[in-house]
């Protein structure tokens, strides 16, 4: 089975602080696949990022980035210098074979940005 | 606008009742995917289609189902509806069979189902 932890529900920051949301995944595959998506108020799921198994390298989009660390199974997302356009909840994701190749929410973080 | 159309946005109804939500995936996807997002289940996957083919199976109740057609637009029955199905159901679409790096599920604005 696999399985995606948030453990955090609910950060809440004043506009311009650096905000980092935590992945933990669990999977017994060898080749996966982790995701970020963010959900705005309006309530439509939009999709950040991608990230394979096999590629441990960081990646930077703007003022978004993302640390990932197969030795701790972490997939983090950082939001340098937040907006209040930030303010979302965010998904992180997993897919591999052992699920099926089923896509795996975790339960979201929502982020506040107070301006 | 993510390319992937799904009607009704809103549906208010009562319990016992029968209700169908559409979904048209983005041009040139074969995959159709339905999550539904609930207050206290997080997004459930609850079944993929591809090419008009049931390809995965989630946690989809017995009073759900769905189907894709020739020109791979879905649909998703409820019936026999509970207040617990209150939630908002999201159709995304793939190009390919499974989500990976390369096929990555574009979801669309969802429809939130009201059950009185």
């Known amino acids: 089975a696999q399985k995606v932890t948030q453990a955090q529900t609910e950060i809440s920051v004043v506009e311009k602080e650096d905000v980092t949301l935590d992945c933990v995944y669990e999977t017994r595959d060898t080749t996966y696949y982790l995701f970020w998506y963010k959900q705005p108020p309006s309530g439509e799921l939009v999709f950040l990022i991608r990230r394979n198994s096999f590629d441990e390298q960081n990646e930077i989009s703007g003022r978004y980035s993302w640390n990932f660390q197969k030795s701790t199974s972490s997939f983090n997302f950082t939001i340098t210098a937040s907006q209040v356009v930030d303010s979302a909840v965010y998904f992180c994701?997993?897919?591999?074979?052992?699920?099926?190749?089923?896509?795996?929410f975790g339960g979201g973080t929502r982020v506040l940005v107070k301006p | 606008d993510s390319g992937v159309t799904q009607t009704p946005k809103h549906l208010i109804t009562a319990t016992g009742q029968r209700v169908t939500l559409r979904c048209s995936p983005r041009?040139?996807?074969?995959?159709v995917y339905w999550y539904q997002q609930s207050l206290d289940q997080g997004l459930q996957f609850l079944i993929q289609y591809y090419n008009g083919e049931e390809r995965a199976k989630g946690n989809i109740l017995e009073r759900f189902s769905a189907q894709q057609f020739p020109d791979l637009h879905s649909e998703l029955n409820l019936s026999s509806l509970e207040l617990g199905d209150s939630a908002l159901y999201f159709c995304?679409?793939?190009?390919?069979?499974?989500?990976?790096?390369?096929?990555?599920?574009?979801f669309g604005a969802g429809s939130r189902l009201t059950v009185l």
């Open positions: 041009s040139g996807d074969l995959s």
């Open positions: 995304a679409s793939s190009p390919g069979l499974a989500p990976s790096g390369a096929n990555v599920l574009t």
């Open positions: 994701a997993l897919s591999g074979e052992a699920a099926g190749n089923k896509l795996t």
